[in-house]
C-alpha cells in the first residue's frame, strides 16, 4: 500500500524553487557562453551549391504534376541524367563526411566546444544537486501513474512504499534538465533554444552527407509518376459549376 506524504514547506522553499531557479539560470549561462565559444565558418561553396541543388530537386518533385509532362522530362533528364546530371555522383567523388570532419580542425574544434559546454556544466549541476539535495522527495504529481514510472521519478530513494506520483530531488533536476526547452525559446528565441537531448543526439554525428542526399533525391526523381493536373482542374471546375447551377 503506497503511502501519502505531507511535504514540508520548507522543502518548496529551498530545495524544489532553488533547483529549478537554478538550472534555468544555468542553462541561460551556458547559452552565452557557447555564443562566445562559437566561430563563424567560412560555407564551404560546394556543400552550398549540392544543398541547393537537393532543394531545387525536391521542389520539382512536390509540384512535378503543376507543369507540362514535356517539362517534367526535360528538368529531369537535366537533375539524373548519367553524364552531366547535377543529381548524378560518380563512384570515385563520393566523399566520406566522417573523413571531411576530421580534416577540416575547425569543424573538429566546434564539435569539442559544443559537446564541452554540454558536458562540463552538467557534470557540476549534477554533483552540486547530488551532494545537497539527495534524499529529498520534492514534489508531487498532480494524477495517478503506473509502477513504470518510479525509476524515472524517485531517483534515490529507495522505498517501494512510496506513491509514485511524488518526484525526488534528483529526478526533479533530470525533468527540468530534459523538459526547459519551451522556457528557453520563450526567453532566448526558438533559433536559440537549448536542447540538451538533440545535443547529445548531434555528439556522435557528422554532418552532411552530399553524395547519399543527392543519390536519394536522383532515386526519387526517377521512379515518380507524372501526372499533369491541370486536366482535372477543368473538370473540378466543371463538376463545381454544374452544382451551383443546379
Known sequence: MAEDLVLDTAIRDWV????????????????????????SPTPDAKMVKEGQVVIRARNLKVGANFIPPRS?????????????????????????????????????????????????????????????????????IPFPLTQRFRSM?????DLSTVDVSYVSSRSWYFLNLFGLRGLFSLILGDENAIDDTQRMM??????????????????????IQHEWALPRFEQRAESVLRKLVK
Open 16 to 39: 524544489l524553487i532553488p533547483l529549478s531557479v537554478v538550472m534555468v539560470l544555468i542553462g541561460i549561462l551556458r547559452y552565452f557562453v557557447s555564443k562566445l565559444m562559437r566561430s
Open 202 to 223: 548531434q555528439m556522435g554525428g557528422f554532418g552532411f552527407d552530399a553524395s547519399k542526399s543527392l543519390g536519394a533525391e536522383k532515386d526519387g526523381l526517377d521512379i
Open 153 to 157: 521519478l524517485q531517483n534515490g530513494i
Open 72 to 140: 517534367f522530362r526535360n528538368r529531369r533528364f537535366y537533375f539524373s541524367n548519367e553524364e552531366n546530371g547535377l543529381l548524378h555522383v560518380p563512384k570515385g567523388e563520393a566523399q566520406n563526411p566522417q573523413a571531411a570532419m576530421f580534416s577540416d580542425p575547425n569543424m573538429a574544434m566546434d564539435m569539442m566546444k559544443k559537446n564541452l559546454s554540454m558536458i562540463i556544466p552538467q557534470t557540476l549541476t549534477f554533483a552540486w544537486v547530488n551532494f545537497f539535495f539527495s534524499g529529498f522527495v520534492a514534489a508531487k
